[in-house]
């Protein structure tokens, strides 16, 4: 059972362009909701995250926006760069043990 | 302030081998965590720990085992390694019970062959 379903699985955008990545989750013992960033060779690290009683939070070029009714939340990323460039994984966390469940993974590709 | 140290880097086992993949933070955090991520997917969740002395298997435990003797070190082992095993592994330590972002390590790949 898949309980962290993310699209696309491949994104290519153009520099200055927005970026949007989607998540949906199953499960109502979520309690937190990043999103985590990698680059190749390195391990994930943490862009932007929300708490539920919030519908979107804003960090620079990142927003995040959450439905809560719809179990969905997805990843903004505004004036897009090539730096940009990586691999990005929602990854909400249960409510007990603080454990991370992943989404499969977006790649991200910025080009100049 | 190193973060998480995961060693080694990397590490070609044969079949049936066993190892202990190394993972210690100095950032006194109470939660650590151990992944895996296969080519192309997230990461899965092996074992993680609240504490010294606490363990719990998380979504993939099979073929795998840990100790949390210390706050600051917990090792994952392998024993009879098998070719499903290759993979890339993840220590990550968490001060905060969800709320807190997690610190990754550089990540440990293992090759079985």
């Known amino acids: 059972q898949q309980q962290v379903k993310q699209s696309p699985q491949s994104l290519i955008v153009q520099k200055g362009g927005i970026s949007i990545i989607n998540c949906a989750y199953e499960?109502?013992?979520?309690?937190?909701f990043p999103w985590y960033q990698q680059f190749p060779g390195k391990g994930p690290a943490l862009l932007i995250a929300?708490?539920?009683?919030?519908s979107e939070k804003k960090e620079g070029r990142f927003t995040i926006s959450f439905n809560k009714s719809a179990k969905q939340f997805s990843l903004h990323i505004m004036d897009s760069q090539p730096g940009d460039s990586a691999t990005y994984f929602c990854?909400?966390?249960?409510?007990?043990?603080?454990?991370?469940?992943f989404g499969q993974g977006t790649e991200l590709s910025v080009k100049p | 302030n190193a973060g998480v140290t995961q060693t080694p880097k990397f590490r070609i086992l044969k079949i049936g081998q066993s190892m202990t993949l190394q993972c210690t933070q100095d950032?006194?955090?109470?939660?650590m965590y151990w992944y895996r991520q296969d080519p192309g997917m997230g990461l899965k969740l092996i074992y993680y720990s609240v504490g010294a002395g606490i363990t719990d298997k998380g979504e993939v435990p099979n073929g795998y085992n840990v100790s949390r003797s210390t706050t600051e070190d917990f090792p994952l082992r392998l024993e009879l390694a098998a070719p499903s095993q290759t993979s890339v592994y993840f220590c990550a330590s968490s001060y905060l019970e969800g709320a807190g972002g997690y610190t990754f390590g550089s990540g440990t790949r293992l090759t079985v062959v």
């Open positions: 929300i708490r539920p009683d919030v």
């Open positions: 499960n109502t013992a979520f309690d937190y």
């Open positions: 990854a909400p966390v249960y409510n007990q043990g603080g454990k991370l469940i």
């Open positions: 950032m006194n955090h109470n939660y």
